[in-house]
């Protein structure tokens, strides 16, 4: 009984805490007056967001795409450069100062770089969201690979196992719930970064709608269009947490995690 | 008649070994076939090096190592092997991972697709002898220790190798759960006559055990006293209390302790 309502409780307490912040919001800007210049109610943006949904709604299918199409190119290339770095140490020491070094760029300061190369257009939301968030992945499908347990290795070895052997039997598996945790920062990322290349480079999407909104000092748009982005955040990383659980449930067994 | 395991004058220093002391030295171990071997000595004698040689995991700085007539130039592939650690991988049944070996094996690793229900039945009748019948479903991590390391013990056996390697297989088991496991792998080696190498620390399995027990020095590790155990087989987990076996297991407990002193 105690249980089962636990449950229930646990089931509710984001709807509950969610909708409790939009009324300490609403409130306290009723009760000091604030000007909806500087933070309008969220009632007035949810009057924006009902005014502009057809804008609000096309802008944020091209935003998910945008961020998708860099996700999945991130994916791809993290896959395959994390189990380059993975399997080999050479590979691991040449190329890992290389890859912090460029973590550390500040994506915004590309995204110049990418409107000279390919003007502006779809390239730069898709290149400044790959670009971003490719790293989290290399690195955990490179560290899941890397910390195969020695006792593990010596069973196959012993068994005549090749290194391929190893990778394709043990490591890659190993390196799953690894892999699927990273997506969830990546996604992320990539959100963010295909939103700052709208801004500064683009025709379309919700960065360039906040953009405009913030040129015409339309600020409940502004508003609008900041919580449609904090909702496809939300889905995109619900999704892929999702995919997460599905594919490597045998890595949260633990009673602590599913607390 | 020549060894099965010849281990002939061995000196072995690991790579990257920050003082360069090597970590078995002048080692001289012969094991027949179908002989249960074991090796005890104070712990960080270079057991587990013995191991890692004879199956191929390293080369000897030193020495020859010959295994079934061959020169061990490259991992023996006819070994299974168990730790203290079952290292099953959680993300296969227990069943899956018993047929991991033989997806590495040749020539099981060709036949596996098209003979699965044969070594699948295969895989289930060792479950069956370790006491596992009707576990191979679950995964590893819904079993006890002691279970995993029954289901350890199966997939170091599944290939049926010639040579089966034990690296402290139950260093991390209770008391009582280690003696039902000696009854285990008393019982499977009497049944296939496997060769067997049982690296521990624990004397009383020493000699309850083994056919032939090799004491090792403190590092760098040296064969300092081989004593062969002729208690009759079968041996009940009785035969533990009997003075004779006392006798043995306090003869060893002296040569370690020379061997810590000397250290």
């Known amino acids: 009984m105690a249980a089962k309502s636990t449950r229930t409780t646990l089931i509710l307490a984001p709807w509950i805490f969610t909708l409790g912040f939009f009324a300490i919001w609403e409130a306290a800007v009723w009760a ?15 009057e924006a967001i009902y005014q502009y949904q057809a804008q609000l709604l096309r802008h944020s299918f091209h ?61 730069p939301p898709v290149l400044t969201a790959f670009l971003i968030s490719f790293f989290p992945i290399v690195v955990n499908v490179a560290t899941g690979l890397a910390t195969i347990e020695p006792e593990t290795e010596d069973v196959l070895r012993a068994l005549g196992a090749s290194k391929r052997d190893i990778i394709m039997k043990v490591g890659i598996p190993r390196a799953m719930p690894y892999f699927f945790g990273s997506l969830k920062v990546a996604i992320t990322l990539a959100y963010v970064g295909s939103v700052i290349a709208e801004y500064n480079a683009s025709n379309v999407g919700v960065g360039n709608l906040m953009a405009r909104a913030s040129a015409d000092f339309n600020v409940p748009l502004l508003w609008a269009a900041l919580i449609a982005l904090a909702v496809l955040g939300v889905i995109m990383y619900a999704a892929t947490a999702l995919v997460e659980k599905r594919m490597t449930g045998w890595a949260q067994r633990s009673q602590f995690a599913s607390q | 008649m020549s060894a099965f395991v010849d281990i002939h004058d061995v000196t072995h220093i690991y790579a990257g070994s920050e003082d360069g002391q090597p970590a078995v030295e002048g080692m001289n171990i012969k094991v027949q076939e179908g002989e249960f071997a074991a090796i005890v000595g104070p712990s960080g004698c270079g057991k587990s090096t013995v191991m890692k040689l004879a199956t191929g995991l390293q080369f000897p700085a030193k020495g020859t190592i010959i295994v079934d007539g061959k020169q061990v130039t490259a991992p023996v592939k006819l070994a299974g092997m168990a730790f203290q650690n079952p290292v099953m991988l959680p993300w296969r049944t227990t069943l899956k991972n018993l047929l991991l070996p033989l997806e590495i094996v040749q020539p099981h690793r060709g036949r596996l697709r098209s003979h699965r229900k044969e070594y699948e039945a295969r895989a289930e009748a060792l479950l069956t002898q370790v006491g596992l019948a009707g576990q191979g479903s679950k995964f590893p991590w819904q079993l006890s220790g002691g279970m995993q390391q029954r289901a350890s013990l199966c997939r170091a056996l599944i290939h049926e190798p010639k040579l089966l390697m034990l690296d402290e297989p139950f260093g991390a088991l209770d008391a009582f759960t280690r003696e039902e496991l000696w009854g285990i792998i008393r019982d499977l080696h009497a049944a296939q006559r496997f060769t067997v190498i049982l690296v521990t620390h624990d004397l ?43 006798d043995i297991v306090h003869e060893l407990r002296g040569h370690i302790r020379t061997a810590r002193d000397a250290a």
């Open chain 1, 32 to 46: 000091f007056g604030i000007s909806r210049f500087v933070l309008p109610a969220p009632t007035a943006i949810a």
């Open chain 1, 63 to 123: 935003t998910a795409w945008m961020t998708l199409a860099g996700f999945g190119l991130a994916v791809v290339f993290g896959l395959l450069l994390g189990m380059a770095l993975g399997a080999s140490r050479i590979i691991h020491a040449g190329t890992y100062p290389l890859l912090v070094g460029f973590n550390a760029i500040p994506k915004v300061a590309v995204v110049p770089i990418l409107v000279i190369w390919f003007g502006v257009g779809w390239q």
């Open chain 2, 204 to 246: 009383r399995e020493a000699v309850f055990l083994a056919d032939r027990v090799f004491c090792m020095s403190a590092r760098p590790g040296r064969i300092i006293a081989e004593r062969e155990i002729d208690l009759p087989r079968p041996r009940d987990i009785e035969i533990t209390y009997t003075q004779e076996f006392i």
